[in-house]
């Protein structure tokens, strides 16, 4: 599995950005997509997840500000971050999980910065 995001940047604190992520290459492989973040000198912690059904689980920290969706007819999940913080400075990194749970791809990883 491939997985390529796009959307990250330079915000203001109070501001929102949108995230996206393509998957490609072995698509039945995928069951969750979803966000993990890592800001510097921290580990990469999930922050949203959903499954193919459309279940979805967030981290607390987010919770409330924070969107995930996906689009199966394009194999492509959203996540929508709004009311950021500085503290949400990171990069976040797309990721796809099995039925299994065994994580089945990385994207590249995409800059989020939130200045206050």
């Known amino acids: 599995v491939q997985l390529q995001a796009f959307g990250g940047g330079l915000v203001q604190a109070g501001g929102s950005l949108r995230l996206s992520c393509a998957a490609s290459g072995n698509i039945l492989a995928i069951n969750t997509l979803g966000w993990y973040r890592q800001a ?60 299994g749970f065994a994580t089945t791809g990385w994207g590249q990883g995409t800059q989020v910065t939130v200045s206050s």
């Open 40 to 99: 510097p000198g921290n580990e990469r912690v999930l922050v949203a997840d959903v499954s193919r059904s459309g279940r979805t689980n967030y981290a607390d920290s987010i919770k409330g500000r924070f969107t995930i969706s996906r689009d199966n007819t394009k194999n492509t999940v959203y996540l929508q971050m709004n009311s950021l913080t500085p503290e949400d400075t990171a990069v976040y990194y797309c990721n796809s999980r099995s039925l």
